[in-house]
């Protein structure tokens, strides 16, 4: 079948992971080094669209209304290629992609984004594959992307050696349990060092890598067993460690990356000072300086409200346990 003009639109919305990945395999194929669990979110989108056209020489990536070439250009290409050998399709495509909430600053823009590319391409090559394959798909560009393509609680297993395929499953619906994620926005700007570069160097150059390895996934089994009891109580601890861990790593590289602000530490003192008070909410930070908190849903709000009144926090968005990526109909 040759391509003329084909075209499909996606949603995808980012998540938060509440056990972090953070580090790859050293097997190829972008295998996670550490198993993560995450919320997906309604109430931030990416939308995304993707024409196959024959008049096209290269492909075009059209981000925010601006056109982008480099890094994210080769990403999206990679992304198209692995489509296009599923096909018979050698035409180049336009992708055009646009975020309602800040592109990578920590917001996990790649998330929504590889994961509405994967679903828009897919449907515009006339593909029709199921959710596991479309995360794998998307995982392959960024591990965390794999995870927006499933909605509510998903987890994505750690890769092992020979593994090549590894999708990301939903152990729990949006509706399983009703929690909101209260981000505290401390920057509208892009971030210094990208999650790929950042983990990578952690990797090759933190002496607590090890330590991380190794701990991440007791954390990880300690999320996921809290998620599946609705216990917020009981997974919050677990939570804000991986994050802090994950940070620690970091921070510990050489040289080290140091992805908070001032804002992000008064943030952080302000979650715990919260909580003595009796308002129950607990925080996790990517890699980025924005502070997101973990509460229940019915006291979004207020946590919201306790979040803006923070030095350096310019304003709050209030997300909810969301659904994967689907073609926009
Ligand atoms: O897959 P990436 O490059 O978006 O990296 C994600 C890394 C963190 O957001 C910090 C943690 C995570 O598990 O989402």
Request: aromatic residues 4%; neutral net charge; glycine residues 8%.
């Amino acid at each position: 079948m040759k391509a003329s003009s084909q075209s499909a639109v996606a949603i995808a919305h980012p998540n938060i992971a509440l056990a972090k990945y953070w580090g790859k395999r050293p097997y190829g194929h972008n295998l996670p080094a550490v198993p993560s669990l995450s919320v997906t979110l309604a109430g931030m989108a990416t939308r995304t669209k993707v024409a196959f056209d024959d008049a096209l020489a290269e492909d075009v990536f059209v981000l925010n209304g601006s056109e982008a070439r480099g890094e994210s250009l080769t990403r999206v290409s990679g992304l198209l290629d692995r489509i296009r050998k599923r096909t018979d399709i050698g035409t180049k495509a336009r992708v055009e992609s646009a975020n309602d909430f800040p592109t990578a600053s920590g917001l996990a823009s790649s998330a929504s984004a590889f994961a509405a590319l994967a679903v828009a391409a897919s449907a515009a090559a006339g593909l029709d594959l199921d959710r596991a394959v479309l995360s794998d798909l998307a995982r392959r560009t960024s591990v965390s992307a794999a995870r927006s393509v499933l909605g509510g609680f998903v987890e994505l297993r750690a890769g092992k050696e020979g593994d090549e395929d590894l999708p990301a499953t939903e152990i729990a619906a949006p509706n399983h349990w009703d929690v909101a994620i209260v981000v505290a926005v401390t920057r509208e700007g892009p971030k210094d060092v990208g999650s790929s570069e950042g983990m990578k160097h952690t990797m090759q150059t933190s002496p607590y890598t090890d330590a991380w390895i190794e701990r991440a996934p007791a954390l990880f089994e300690r999320v996921r067993s809290g998620v599946i009891d609705r216990d917020l109580s009981a997974i919050g601890p677990a939570v804000e460690q991986s994050a802090l861990m994950m940070h620690a790593a970091a921070i510990a590289a050489d040289p080290g990356i140091l992805y908070f602000t001032g804002a992000t530490v008064e943030a952080i003192n302000a979650v715990r000072k919260m909580r003595k008070d009796g308002l129950e909410g607990y925080l996790t930070i990517d890699a980025g300086p924005h502070v997101k908190v973990l509460t229940r849903g019915a006291d979004a709000e207020r946590v919201a409200e306790t979040m803006r009144a923070v030095p350096g926090v310019l304003r709050t968005i209030v997300a909810r346990p969301g659904p994967g990526a689907h073609v926009e109909s």
